[in-house]
DNA sequence: CATGGTGACGGCACCAAGTCACATCACCTA
DNA sequence: TAGGTGATGTGACTTGGTGCCGTCACCATG
């Protein structure tokens, strides 16, 4: 038998979740999260280099999957149609268990200064990664930035929908949608 | 004669920028930088509301002026042509001391992850105070939302270059290069 | 079976950010 | 001259975060 429960990643993940939601980021320590999850305080930072991030790991994973969906659209494709191939790789790795919790995620971010802040550095830094490829392509900085900033846009607005309830599609369906209006928008914006 | 210097707030920042500059944000402790200002690290934090805002207090001005500059377009004004008229009433407010240390201040900045963060969430609350301006003219969300961050670009594109010992043109020429630059990109997206 | 290495964890001490209650002193006004 | 106000100082406290060292299970190799 094994001294150590096995997943104590995913373990430390919905503690932090489940406490956060129970009683406010701010009132939730560090310990107590470990705690929950049959820790110390040590394992959760050997895991997490901070205690926001227990919610916003795995990121790198998004932007490598969006910089190498980039980098597999055939060469005709433009800007956009290489972002809305990376959109498609990104957004076909989401779970259904990741959907579920999509909406306690948010409500807990919206809840607190320092979650936001944090979440609107992971969307930079997904943009930067979407931009960062596109340049590799040959797309001109301004317009490699701009694309970018339309694919980051519509995954966030995606995600929004596809959380829902209600939502039937798929979100990869929900990605090429937003992308889509949001050029729309943008070509009307001239 | 006075208990207090004058001037404490800006000499926190003085301060802070020095030391920044001299050994890292993160070899600096906040009660090194009250001590260089003649003060504590209490009234450090009657001042600022933690550590990393002491190089970015000031925005929520910077927001209003958006805001207002943005109401004050008129009525005919295009979206971008109000966004326009918002950058030219920002960056008329812009003095030179603060051009004098914008390099400094751009170098902290660019050394630190916990910095960029801020700074990175301060550019998207300018974006929001511009799109919710937008908004209560009747400007549709998505086109605010994306009219207000090429407002956001412009004038961080801007500002890079007005800073720059070379740099002959004021910050609001700038500006509007800078805005006009991205909205022919956005277009061209199409 | 024995030995030693590796990897995940606990324990503990420590530093610095940030909070709070309370004291202090200059300045202003009655 | 007395009292009020506001900015500051003092010191104790909580908590995020780091670092060092010990412990135990597992695995490989002889």
Redesign the pocket.
Known sequence: ????EPN?RERLVLAALDLFAEQGYDN????QI?NRA??????F???F????EVLFAGQEVHSRLLADGVAAAPDSATPLEAVAAALDALTASFTAEQREFGPRLLTVIAGNPELQERATFKRAALAAALASALGKRGVPDLTASLAADLGARAFDRAFDRWIEPSSQQTFTELAREELQALRTAAVALG
């Open positions: 038998m094994a001294r150590w104590a939730t320590t560090v310990t470990a049959g820790l110390t305080k040590t394992t930072f050997r895991h280099p901070d205690k926001r």
